[in-house]
């Protein structure tokens, strides 16, 4: 079994950065992707970045496409999503995700594990 832990969330002023970490302990050769997924207060959960465990592979959604970096350190079995140029909207829970299907997903039924989530605010 898979565990995921996240790190990092916090308050930021508009514009400003943070980086969430994910740490994942158990299972971890099952996992073939990893992602990283948001949940604002009344909306669904959605798909933020997800990288390819093995090859490094990353891939975004439109709103978060040259702010946000999504890299993964597999010595320490840590996966990291850089923020930058944070706005309002980005505010929401942060959840840490792994898949152990082969290919690719943007869709939150596709992975098998969750981290608790961490906070992130963004003040305008």
């Known amino acids: 079994q898979v565990q995921l832990v996240e790190s990092g969330g916090g308050l930021v002023q508009a514009g400003g950065s943070l980086r969430l970490s994910c740490a994942a302990s158990?299972?971890?050769?099952?996992?073939?992707?990893m992602g990283w997924f948001r949940q604002a207060p009344g909306k669904e959960r959605e798909f933020v970045a997800g990288?390819?465990?093995?090859?490094?592979?990353?891939y975004y959604t439109d709103s978060v496409k040259g702010r946000f970096t999504i890299s993964r350190d597999n010595a320490k079995n840590t996966v990291y999503l850089q923020m930058n140029s944070l706005k309002p909207e980005d505010t929401a829970v942060y959840y840490c995700?792994?898949?152990?299907?082969?290919?690719?997903?943007?869709?939150?039924?596709?992975?098998?594990?969750w981290g608790q989530g961490t906070q992130v605010t963004i003040s305008s």
């Open positions: 158990g299972g971890t050769f099952v996992i073939a992707h």
């Open positions: 995700s792994a898949s152990r299907q082969s290919l690719a997903s943007f869709h939150r039924h596709n992975y098998d594990y």
């Open positions: 990288i390819s465990w093995s090859g490094g592979s990353t």
